[in-house]
């Protein structure tokens, strides 16, 4: 694992506080954060309300989903706390996401979002408006497909953020390059994916998650569990939808203190922070449940995780 940094539990302490924001009496509903998850089809129901649930857990105020319709009555049916709009499959679907899509601070992209022609194409012209909106967006799952089959829609866009897993990272390497990973140097091949795609943000999860934007490279090993119940990537791209928003309030404010992490993009800060949260709430969760945790006891676990780790 050379040409690696990870961060000692003193750092990470200092990394989140140059993010989170502090709970104040003053503030208003919408000001920690209002997130969106683009995603939910007949199918796949659990994994967009694991992700805006996290989102909420995680400390954001509002999470919304748009989903398509026949998705849209059972995820409302899992929480009333999230805002749900099933137009993903409408006629108009993209007007139905655009007259909303001013009031997010950032958007998840892909927590079952199928791969159906017309919702892509939707998802399509989401992205590109909110590019235009300078909007932090998290892309995950099927919205890695997506990617995959366009890399164009996400070149050069340093306000996003990838969470591919091993299999797919490879398909998203060999799409660039028309080549295989390089096993031997995989730090490399990261850093080169990164750079050809515009020094975007990319997580390669995995044993250990390795984050980089092409030029830094960091390392998460906080512990975790050997449980891989479905839905853990969900939890991570949820939390990560609130650090994204987080991490760019943070840059945008001149007056915010700086510190030794400020050099690091507030992707990579993001992305750090949510991987060190949901490995510490599967370890948590494991230690309670064993072999029979489920993504829904990690969720259980993200408060006296975040405390743990951040306060």
Known sequence: MRRMSTLSPGQLLE???????????????????????????????????????????????????????????VIKGYSPELIVHPVLDCTNSVEEILQWLPRFHSIVIGPGLGREEHILETTSSVIEQAKLKKLPIVIDADGLFLVTQNPEIIKGYTNAVLTPNVAEFGRLYKKIFNKEVDSKDPVASLKQLCDELGHVTIVHKGLHDVISDGNKVLMCSNPGSPRRCGGQGDLLSGSMGVFVAWGKFSEDESTNERNSF??????????????ALTRECSR????????????????????????????
């Open 262 to 275: 400020s050099n690091y993009p507030f992707g990579m800060q993001a992305a750090y922070l949510a991987c």
């Open 15 to 73: 990394m989140a506080k140059l993010v989170v924001p502090p709970l104040q009496y003053s503030k208003h509903k919408g000001q920690a954060g209002r997130v969106a998850v683009i995603g939910g089809c007949k199918e796949y129901t659990g994994a967009p309300y694991f992700a805006a649930i996290s989102a909420i857990k995680t400390g954001a105020d509002l999470s919304h989903v748009f989903c398509t319709d026949a998705a849209s009555p």
């Open 284 to 311: 948590r969760a494991f230690e309670l449940n064993g072999r029979s945790m489920t993504t829904t006891d990690m969720i259980a676990q993200i408060h006296p995780s975040f405390e743990h780790l951040f306060t």
